[in-house]
């Protein structure tokens, strides 16, 4: 029977997958579904539906996958920190500074910001002219900081996978 000591990283590593395939799935599902279905609205109606989205994202649902993987990479790293360092902890320390960066950093600093600044935009006081600017101004720069996080949080699911390939199976 194996000891809690070699249960516990592999349970963490198991915990860290699942958080980050759920992520990885919601921005590669958004990315394929949701962005081309609201390309098709008008700009008022894109407009309203992004104002909805983006408070309906805000739960605790969405935050545990979220945040739990920023909490689970590193903590998954640190528990395969021995010497000589060992492949998982490589892939676990780039997948880390990957989903930091790239999921975490451009979410925070990308896709919020415009979340906000389309929040406090008031469609039902905005002209024709207006609606199409805002849409314009958000639109693109919001599918590309999406399209950024998708492929770093893929390339984080991906790396967390090759490190479960990498584990020792214990035979009888």
Known sequence: MESKENILPVVVLVLTATMAGLIAGLFYSWSCSVIPGLSRLSDKNYLAAMQSINKAILNPVFFVSFIGTLVLLPLSTYQFYIRPLS????????ATLIYTIGVFGVTVFGNVPLNDQLAAF?????????????RMKFEGAW???????TISAVSVLVLVIICCTQMPVSGK
């Not at 492949?87 to 780039?94: E, G, H, M, R, T």
């Not at 008031?122 to 805002?134: F, R, T, Y």
């Open 143 to 149: 599918n590309n900081f999406n399209t950024l996080r």
């Open 122 to 134: 008031n469609l039902s006081s905005a002209g024709p002219a207006e609606i199409v600017a805002h």
């Open 87 to 94: 492949i998982q902890f490589w892939l676990l320390a780039i």
